[in-house]
């Protein structure tokens, strides 16, 4: 008795050590094509190059629709198809010029871009005395009687001490989204941000704001932190200098986008899914690389990989490229929408936006006991020097699926350099690292093989 159970105990390690082996295996060969291949390169310097900036309802956004979804054609992926989706149509204009008048400094020009969905100024600018704050609090203590007619300046830094930039990006992120409304509560004419960014030059940030139906609305722009810097000095001699700015920005009705979408059918259960992708729209004032041409080609890269190895998926492997991610997120929605009302079953969904830089893992919005049962499978990626796997936050599209009882995931990279061309002028092709790009289309992979193989317990 005891020698059967010695043998049972020892076939069962045997077995356990050649799927560990089996799936160590598949997992080099994916690191191993990844890191020997250009595609995913190649196709984003497309993107990037020659469609350019994509914001949703623009030109540019249609273009990489239609180029996307017939470069998933051309992959010969088992189907691909679009999901229709009305989206904003705001177009920035005319390049936005600024100046500062001061009786003790003289006069600069400042660099500026206008804030998603902002209204323009006036066609011959906006001229107003500028009042620095850097939180609701000192806004609210200076009331409307220093405020009114005014132009409020948040000049509020992102924390340089915080290791995670995203968590700097969020602690500062009020001022870009909702700076506008609460300025304009206290009778602002106009208001000027810092940009979101931990560098300090003349480069410019934009990204999304928002209005309130019940406060007038007053034009917004960002600033260089450079600018910010002279502008809060130049301010300590002189509070009566003068901010001049012009904006021809404008909004436009809705239009017709598309997320884009390509499926690998499931060998045993088609009808059970892992959604992969990133989004396709991008901030015009740059090429779109980082935030998020990046996160797209991570996942197209990963339907590429399973085909070119030839490995036969058990569940459905569906790439989604959404569309309006910077705005409103009409792509997303769209998308938990369609899933709720086919009732699909989906077994995971995991998204890439944080930057084509070094990936460190995976941060997880799903139970206890998946994120348990996740860091069963670190070892395997240790190799790959990928160690977090750990709950947290998974990514603002496949966050619309929330609620339905699907594990989300989110590829956690590096993001030290992250805000230096997030929203900017300097989110450009050129700053995107091939091999740093090539690690994280085969991380993604490699989650989606063991995931198909073992499933979400």
């Not at 348990?372 to 395997?380: D, H, T, V, Y």
Request: contains cysteine; glycine residues 8%; proline residues 2%.
């Amino acid at each position: 008795m005891k020698k059967l159970l010695f043998f049972t105990i020892l076939s069962m390690n045997i077995a356990f050590a050649g799927a560990q082996q089996s799936d160590s295996a598949v997992i080099k060969s994916f690191y191993n094509s990844a890191l020997s291949s250009d595609t995913a390169y190649n196709n984003l310097e497309y993107l990037c190059t020659k469609i350019g900036g994509r914001l949703c309802g623009s030109p540019q956004a249609a273009a990489a629709v239609e180029w996307s979804k017939q470069l998933l054609k051309i992959m010969k992926l088992d189907t691909v198809y679009t999901q229709s989706v009305m989206v904003h149509h705001w177009v920035r204009g005319e390049k936005e010029t600024a100046s500062v008048a001061s009786k003790v400094h003289g006069s600069m020009d400042v660099h500026i871009c206008a804030l998603g969905e902002s209204i323009g100024t006036p066609a011959d600018g906006l001229t107003a005395e500028i009042v620095e704050v850097n939180s609701l609090e000192q806004l609210k203590k200076l009331g409307k009687k220093q405020i009114t007619g005014k132009i409020v300046f948040f000049n509020k830094v992102m924390n340089p001490t915080f290791v995670n930039t995203f968590e700097a990006y969020g602690d500062a992120y009020w001022t870009r989204g909702h700076g506008a409304v609460e300025a304009a509560r206290y009778g602002a004419v106009g208001v000027v941000i810092r940009s979101l960014t931990l560098s300090n030059d003349y480069s410019v940030h934009t990204g999304i704001m928002r209005y309130d139906t019940a406060v007038t609305k007053i034009p917004a722009v960002a600033i260089s932190t450079k600018d910010a810097d002279m502008l809060s000095e130049w301010l300590k001699d002189d509070y009566e200098l003068l901010f001049h700015f012009k904006t021809s920005c404008k909004m436009y009705p809705e239009t017709e986008s598309f997320n884009v979408i390509g499926e690998i059918k499931g060998s045993v259960h088609p009808d059970e899914i892992i959604t992969i992708g990133g989004h396709l729209d991008a901030w015009e004032l740059g090429q779109g690389a980082q935030d998020d041409g990046v996160g797209c080609m991570h996942t197209i890269e990963v339907m590429r990989l399973f085909k070119e190895l030839k490995i036969v998926p058990q569940h459905t492997i569906r790439l989604v490229l959404f569309m309006d991610e910077e705005c409103a997120q009409r792509g997303a929605r769209k998308y938990a929408a369609v899933v709720k009302e086919k009732k699909e079953k989906q077994i995971a969904a995991i998204e890439s936006d944080e930057g084509g830089f070094v990936p460190t893992g995976f941060t997880m919005d799903a139970s206890a006991d998946t994120v348990a049962m996740i860091n069963k499978w670190k070892n395997l990626f240790l190799p790959y020097n990928i160690f977090n796997f750990s709950k947290g936050y998974s990514g603002v599209d496949v966050g619309f699926l929330r609620g339905q009882g699907i594990p989300l995931f989110g590829l956690e990279t590096d993001s030290q350099r992250y805000f230096i061309s997030h929203h900017g002028d300097t989110d450009t092709f050129d700053r995107v690292n091939k091999r740093e790009l090539q690690l994280g289309c085969a991380t993604i992979a490699s989650l989606v093989y063991l995931i198909d193989k073992d499933g979400i317990k």
